[in-house]
């Protein structure tokens, strides 16, 4: 009957994910608000055939292994470097003040200030698959505010990489001590570092021998299933030796093979598989979502795309004017970050593990999702029309369009988005 219920699931399942990507993409808006509806179809909150979460959350577990090896596999130091100056304080600053604006949120509508913490991280970071989709729909994608937006999105990628490692130490049930605490972190960040050098320096020796003998075979069954098979061994190992997180694992062997020859190559053969297993994982969120449990606490609702929606915009769009960019380029980089997906799903399933979230924590982060993604292409053809209002009021902004080059050449040497294009080419 477990077989069974396999089957029904995976098939229900990525069925559902078909019919409602595909009525999604037709409506210009992302398939993961399609992948999101098809888990609310097969989950236990509609009428009919009902999913075995077990079975979904088992496979979503790999689909969020391989999402991070394919972040970790597109990540370029020297790129994100070209935006640094502005990327690294606008990226960590949005994430600090949203994390604060949610923490607000959850604390005035009944929640703890832990809850409000994982809460607010989640509700932090955009989604990579929406941004880098509605920047190459716009035309976007290769312009001084696109390569500062991917900058930004990597940094608060790389700052959520690091919560995933540092929350279960801080709310680790086993000291409660503030002492405890202090010794267990340093403990996670010596042997967190161990595992960093391990892997991108004896690692990389490794899997480049790994790849390489395996792609003198000249079969691509075998390279295919290589790199299928390294970030599930690097992730497990990371969690089993080191105590860190399998997502820290994958991203560590995505950011190995990426600085290999065979980077072209693994990301053309990784890319399907790890499509094909994050659609699982959007599926098994969405089962999570109760739209009854809305109307238990429409306030944190209402919060929550208030924040997404106005504050980290906000936030964004100040942080970049007050460090003396084009209007047009805060407009692009803060309307493109009005959305959460993929690591914001990551951050509340280790808060559910953790006992910090609740379902209703969750389901409204589902909510705030489908809402804020499905609306995120339409708030971005509005720029246009926001910028020249914002020029005819406060006409002082006008003489910046004019400095870029000279205030800021870093912005058109940046090549950034040439290692994202295949990304949204796949997606």
Same mark, same amino acid.
């Given at each position: ?160 990489? @690091?919560?995933?490692?540092? &929350? %279960? ?6 000291? *409660? +001590?503030?002492? !405890?605490?202090?010794?267990? /972190? ?38 295919? @299933?290589?790199?299928?098979? &390294? %970030? ?6 990371? *969690? +089993?030796?080191? !105590?860190?997180?399998?997502? /820290? ?37 969405g089962m999570l979502f109760d739209p009854k449990m809305l109307l238990e606490n429409p306030r944190l609702l209402a919060a929550t795309l208030g924040v997404v929606l106005i504050g980290k915009p906000l936030t964004a769009f100040g942080i970049i004017l007050g460090m003396k960019y084009p209007v047009r380029i805060g407009l692009v980089v803060a309307i493109a970050l009005a959305q959460i ?87």
């Amino acid at each position: 009957m477990h077989h069974l219920d396999l089957i029904l699931t995976l098939t229900a399942s990525l069925s559902a994910a078909l019919v409602f990507g595909y009525i999604t993409f037709r409506l210009k808006l992302s398939p993961i608000v399609g992948y999101l509806l098809a888990g609310f179809v097969v989950g236990p909150a509609t009428p009919g055939f009902v999913g075995n979460q077990e079975i979904a959350q088992q496979f979503a577990e790999i689909g969020v292994i391989l999402l991070m090896f394919g972040v970790g596999l597109q990540f370029h130091l020297k790129e994100l470097l070209r935006v640094r100056k502005i990327a690294i304080p606008g990226g960590i600053g949005q994430i600090l003040i949203a994390t604060g604006l949610g923490v607000v949120a959850l604390i005035t509508t009944g929640g703890s200030w832990s809850t409000g913490l994982v809460f607010g991280l989640a509700i932090s970071v955009a989604s990579t698959v929406v941004l880098l989709r509605v920047l190459a729909d716009n035309n976007d994608l290769h312009t001084p505010g696109g390569h500062i937006a991917i900058g930004w999105l990597v940094i608060e990628d790389l700052c959520t990489v @690091l919560v995933l490692v540092l &929350l %279960p130490v801080i709310f680790s049930k086993t000291d *409660a +001590s503030s002492v !405890g605490v202090l010794i267990s /972190l340093a403990w996670s960040i010596a042997k967190l570092g161990l595992l960093i050098v391990v892997t991108l320096l004896a690692g990389q020796r490794v899997i480049h021998g790994i790849l390489a003998k395996v792609s003198a075979t000249g079969s691509r069954e075998l390279f295919t @299933l290589a790199v299928l098979v &390294l %970030p599930l061994c690097i992730a497990l190992g990371a *969690a +089993s030796l080191f !105590g860190a997180s399998m997502a /820290l694992g994958a991203f560590l062997a995505g950011m190995v093979v990426g600085r290999s020859n065979f980077s072209q190559r693994a990301a053309t053969e990784a890319l399907p598989m790890r499509d094909a297993f994050a659609v699982l994982f959007f599926v098994s969120v969405g089962m999570l979502f109760d739209p009854k449990m809305l109307l238990e606490n429409p306030r944190l609702l209402a919060a929550t795309l208030g924040v997404v929606l106005i504050g980290k915009p906000l936030t964004a769009f100040g942080i970049i004017l007050g460090m003396k960019y084009p209007v047009r380029i805060g407009l692009v980089v803060a309307i493109a970050l009005a959305q959460i997906g993929e690591f914001s799903f990551i951050v509340a399933s280790l808060g559910e593990h953790l006992g910090l979230l609740d379902h209703q924590a969750t389901n409204v982060l589902v909510a705030t999702a489908i809402i804020s993604i499905s609306i995120n292409p339409l708030l971005y053809r509005l720029i246009d029309p926001l910028e020249r209002w914002l020029l005819r009021v406060a006409p002082s902004l006008r003489q910046r369009a004019g400095h870029t080059l000279t205030d800021h050449p870093e912005i058109h040497a940046s090549s950034t988005t040439e290692g994202a294009r295949s990304s949204v080419e796949q997606s």
